[in-house]
């Protein structure tokens, strides 16, 4: 991989960390100065974090398919938006099955991608890979963090509500035990980065943790 390329990948992620880190101070001061349930600010907190993450989502293509011919990668996209096609399809014909399913593929989506992009920048780098174990913990916390907290805080239910009441209870009654669940599993992932000296990893799995923990659903989703 070329010099500019190992740039692109580690100005990217500090780029990504400091913006997110942004988010999150915005988000804490404006839910003390306006009423968190005035979704206003909310929708321009998560559109700006959706912006944000332009830069960050540009790289999948150096990520995901690094050295595929242009078919291979037409075909990648042409898989890649009928699956989100019949995701869509899933949930409006099976609600709460079709809306697990889609939340396991944004988790393993999110996961894997992240994982992919620290592995694609070591590479870049010529650094030592990540032991595996740190691989796997890394890439499902930074999946399940993002996806399971916030739909879990109690502050989803009437967003949920507004798209589909029988999407509410989707967890089975067992909301708690879920986002317990993921804490643990983020520990876990960030005792094993810090044991593994993976660092940077492990702030970063924190960043998201506050992020998903401390802002509203929708700013911590987007």
């Known amino acids: 991989m070329s010099l500019a390329q190992k740039r692109i990948f580690s100005n990217a992620r500090s780029f990504s960390s400091l913006a997110t880190t942004c988010v999150l101070l915005l988000s804490l001061l404006f839910s003390q100065l306006i009423d968190e349930s005035t979704i206003t600010w909310q929708v321009v907190i998560a ?3 959706l912006a944000i993450g332009i830069p960050h989502g540009a790289l999948d293509h150096l990520v995901t398919l690094p050295r595929s011919s242009v078919i291979r990668m037409t075909l990648f996209i042409a898989i890649y938006v009928a699956i989100a096609i019949i995701a869509v399809w899933a949930i409006l014909n099976w609600n709460i099955a079709g ?3 889609v939340v396991a593929m944004s988790a393993l989506h999110f996961g ?3 994982a992919a992009f620290i592995s694609e920048m070591d590479r870049s780098a010529n650094q030592s890979a990540s032991p595996r174990i740190a691989q796997f913990f890394y890439a499902a916390s930074a999946g399940l963090i ?3 907290i916030p739909l879990t805080n109690q502050m989803s239910t009437s967003a949920l509500n507004e ?5 509410l209870n989707w967890h089975g009654g067992f909301a708690e035990e879920l986002n317990n669940l993921v804490t643990i599993f983020f520990l876990l992932a960030l005792a094993i980065q810090i044991f593994s000296k993976r660092y940077r ?3 970063d799995l924190s960043i998201l943790f506050l992020l998903a923990t401390l802002t509203p659903p929708l700013v911590a989703f987007a």
Do not use: R, Y
């Open 146 to 148: 993002p996806v399971i």
């Open 47 to 49: 559109l700006i974090a």
């Open 163 to 167: 798209v589909n009441p029988a999407l």
């Open 99 to 101: 809306f697990i399913a």
């Open 112 to 114: 894997i991608g992240d």
């Open 201 to 203: 990893d492990g702030l």
